[in-house]
């Protein structure tokens, strides 16, 4: 344990320059990507979302008035 604490601490304190760069496209792409995935979200959502609210057990007012008119004898 004490070991691996060492070599960490060495492996820490070892600097070498990285010589990287981020050019401003970077920026523009990661929100891009962002904006990109919470879009496909909301669509995926909107897609589905009758079946997430049946998974959750919500239901609307309009989908009670419509199961009671097509079944009258139920009650």
């Known amino acids: 344990m004490a ?6 601490a060495l492996a820490f ?7 990287a760069y981020l050019d401003p496209g970077t920026g523009s792409m990661i929100l891009q990507l ?11 959502g909107k897609l589905y979302w009758h079946r997430l609210k049946e998974f959750f057990g919500i239901s609307s007012a309009e989908a009670t008035a419509n199961e009671k008119t097509a079944d009258p004898d139920a009650d």
């Open 13 to 19: 304190h070892i600097d070498q320059p990285a010589y």
């Open 34 to 44: 962002i904006l990109g995935g919470t879009a496909g979200l909301l669509i995926v």
């Open 3 to 8: 070991l691996a604490t060492l070599v960490a």
